[in-house]
């Protein structure tokens, strides 16, 4: 999985290609989109190299002394570079507040860890910005229901950073699933790792230099661990993620994207399941299942491809950069790896062409990717390929899952209104780790 992410962010990175009209090098730096981002960890500072060739990064923020300096000194020696892009003079703050505060900036884009993420944006959407959140959208099912709620009446623009819907493999998978080319759905699989475990992390000394106490924000009082915040400009993915209380396990992480690709091809963007189930042995950390209407279950396992749809029909199986159509026991078009044969682009474009044609349902297509689609939609005051509303219910998904693992009971679920259902669960769950947060 780790290889597989190093991939897709590889590719991911390759230039954006904006409209001309918009983002043409004559125009002005007064004139573009300014940004300010906050929590400059890895992901901030791959989607920093994004922003800075077609936006002015106002301000860098992070709790981190030397992350926010190096982030500050990366945007200023750039635009020194590049006077034609921007103008140096990138501001630099602790608190995310001092972002929020200031009125030049249009936009932020939050990669904290995931017990910051709904605060934060809920705070930006109170100041006007529009967002680009890192996915999970939220750290629990009640900040899910905050920010659905939010969103009926903002304004603003807010993409999820779930990039794999902007990936042409995805949407090919999905549009075949929406069409009904393998038949009707009987059950779908997504792979990923483990659910997030209680923080029993021991107590390390501190470098000077990172505000711990901000670090940890709504989450419980804690001693500093390395492992949480290690010290330095991260190279590696940094493991809070693992932990309750401040993020989900890779079922949060990895099941983000995935559980994310399984609600679109199930149209279920504005829902969710009905039910989740435990797996037969209830201390393991794969095999709980969220059922949905029609009964049809999404199981969670470990396996070979992210995503795979069965149908009475046929099969399609999708991940990044790997694609697998079967129809009954013929494969019609693969690519998982260079012995197969051809290329990526090759097999989806035979089956775009052979089966969706004249397709009647059609997926939301991004003219380049992620991020140039959340500077599109900033510029048209259109919704993003992964709208804030899509974000907080694929969150949901992983929560729910989360939950069942952690709790050891399954229970029935209304999608509608994000409750429980038939007197299952119970409604202090939806809280996650945290309860009430810290103040």
């Not at 982030?71 to 003079?89: H, M, S, W």
């Not at 051809?342 to 989806?348: E, F, I, K, V, Y």
């Amino acid at each position: 999985m780790n290889t597989s992410r190093r991939t897709f962010l590889k590719a991911a990175a390759a230039p954006l290609i904006l409209p001309a009209s918009l983002w043409a090098a004559q125009t002005s730096p007064n004139a573009r989109i300014r940004v300010g981002f906050i929590g400059m960890g890895k992901q901030n500072m791959f989607l920093l190299e994004h922003f800075l060739y077609r936006t002015q990064v106002a301000a860098v923020c992070d709790v981190d002394t030397t992350r926010r300096l190096a982030a500050q000194q990366r945007v200023n020696d750039f635009y020194t570079l590049n006077p034609e892009k921007g103008k140096p003079g990138c501001a630099a703050f602790n608190d995310f507040e001092e972002v929020l505060t200031r009125e030049d900036i249009d936009a932020v884009c939050i990669a904290t860890p995931d017990h910051w993420h709904t605060i934060i944006l809920l705070a930006a959407l109170r100041a006007g910005k529009d967002v680009y959140c890192e996915k999970p959208l939220t750290h629990d099912v009640a900040e899910s229901v905050d920010v659905l709620k939010t969103l009926q009446s903002s304004k603003c623009v807010v993409q999820t950073g779930s990039m794999q819907r902007s990936s042409r493999e995805f949407r090919v998978a999905c549009e075949l699933v929406r069409n009904g080319v393998i038949g009707k759905v009987q059950r779908v699989t997504c792979s990923f790792g483990d659910p997030g475990i209680p923080c029993d992390l021991p107590e390390e000394p501190m470098e000077p230099g990172l505000d711990w106490n901000r670090w940890l924000g709504p989450a419980p009082v804690r001693p500093y661990n390395t492992i949480l915040s290690p010290r330095g400009i991260p190279t590696e993915w940094v493991m809070w993620r693992n932990y309750r209380e401040f993020g989900g396990g890779a079922v949060a992480d990895i099941g983000a994207h995935h559980l994310d690709i399984a609600q679109w091809g199930l149209g279920m963007d504005d829902s969710g399941p009905v039910e989740v189930l435990l797996p037969e042995d209830k201390s393991a950390k794969h095999g709980a299942v969220l059922m949905y209407a029609g009964n049809i279950p999404v199981s969670h396992i470990d396996d070979d491809m992210a995503v795979k749809f069965y149908g009475t029909e046929g099969q399609v199986n999708v991940d990044r950069e790997k694609f697998w159509l079967m129809l009954g026991d013929k494969t019609i078009a693969k690519f998982t790896q260079r012995e197969d044969g051809g290329t990526l682009d090759s097999a989806l474009a035979r089956v775009e062409k052979e089966f969706l044609k004249d397709a009647k349902t059609r997926l939301y297509k991004v003219r380049e990717n992620h991020v140039s689609d959340f500077l599109e939609s900033v510029v048209s005051r259109q919704k993003p390929i992964t709208c804030g509303q899509i974000g907080a219910r694929s969150a949901i998904c992983c929560h729910l899952l989360n939950m069942a693992y952690h709790y050891g009971r399954a229970f029935r679920w209304n999608p509608a209104d994000c409750t429980f259902a038939d007197g299952t669960g119970d409604p202090a769950w939806l809280t996650g780790s945290r309860r009430d947060y810290r103040a």
